[in-house]
């Protein structure tokens, strides 16, 4: 069964440092990856997602993210954060393999600090 | 771009009682819809999966009888929970995904509901 990753349940960063957040995955054919944000009390947002081609995949609000097949990796970067970027971030991970199911990591949250 | 529709955002309802909650995709056609609950602090955890017309699928755990899914149309899924108790309180998602170019999951934005 696939599962997701994310090691650091909380980051905190300081507004205009880089920002990296971690995701592992297990999946057992060729994956879809998809990093979402959520607000407190809001639903899912896309920032970026990836089925297939370029391994460097960009995103909203300007991150991205890299699929490196080799570490079952998905993470996902911005250069330059910004205090609006404090939310928490999730990883998911699904596929055809497995009724294109979605499954998320634990969550991720963003600290910004000024 | 898509979009999925969620209402209501927040229910209150006595314990016993029975709420629904509608998802709709207004910009394309959710061949499969995809339910969700997320307790406080946590992540997202699959409830079921439906395909327009055909029975939900459950995930282990989770009580058929408790949580009813309709996905009537290619545009309208619903999860009514039913005798509703204050374990029941918590968020539910729902996601929508279509054939192409809507393969990717637009998710709703979420019903809130607390039961007391």
């Known amino acids: 069964a696939q599962s997701v990753t994310q090691p650091d349940i909380h980051i905190t960063v300081s507004e205009g440092a880089s920002l990296e957040l971690r995701c592992n995955y297990s999946?057992?054919?060729?994956?879809?990856l998809f990093w979402y944000v959520q607000s407190p009390g809001q639903g899912l947002q896309l920032l970026l997602k990836?089925?297939?081609?370029?391994?460097l995949v960009q995103g909203i609000k300007g991150f991205e993210a890299e699929f490196k097949r080799s570490q079952s990796s998905f993470n996902l970067r911005k250069p330059s954060v910004h205090w609006s970027d404090a939310a928490e971030y999730f990883c998911?991970?699904?596929?055809?393999?497995?009724?294109?199911?979605?499954?998320f990591g634990a969550g991720t949250i963003l600290r910004v600090k000024s | 771009g898509a979009v999925v529709s969620q209402h209501p955002s927040r229910v209150i309802c006595k314990s016993g009682t029975s709420v629904k909650i509608e998802c709709r995709s207004l910009?394309?056609?959710?061949?499969?819809m995809f339910w969700y609950r997320q307790f406080p602090k946590q992540s997202l955890m699959l409830m079921a999966t439906?395909?327009?017309?055909?029975?939900?699928?459950?995930e282990q755990g989770v009580e058929k009888d408790k949580f009813l899914i309709n996905h009537a149309s290619l545009t309208l899924s619903t999860l009514t929970v039913t005798s509703a108790h204050p374990e029941d309180s918590s968020f539910y998602i729902c996601?929508?995904?279509?054939?192409?170019?809507?393969?990717?999951?637009?998710f709703g934005s979420g019903t809130r509901l607390t039961v007391v």
């Open positions: 996601s929508a995904r279509g054939v192409w170019p809507y393969y990717g999951y637009t």
């Open positions: 999946y057992g054919a060729t994956p879809y």
């Open positions: 990836y089925f297939s081609g370029d391994t």
């Open positions: 998911a991970v699904g596929g055809r393999d497995d009724g294109n199911k979605l499954v």
């Open positions: 910009d394309f056609q959710a061949t499969t």
């Open positions: 439906s395909n327009e017309g055909s029975k939900a699928t459950y």
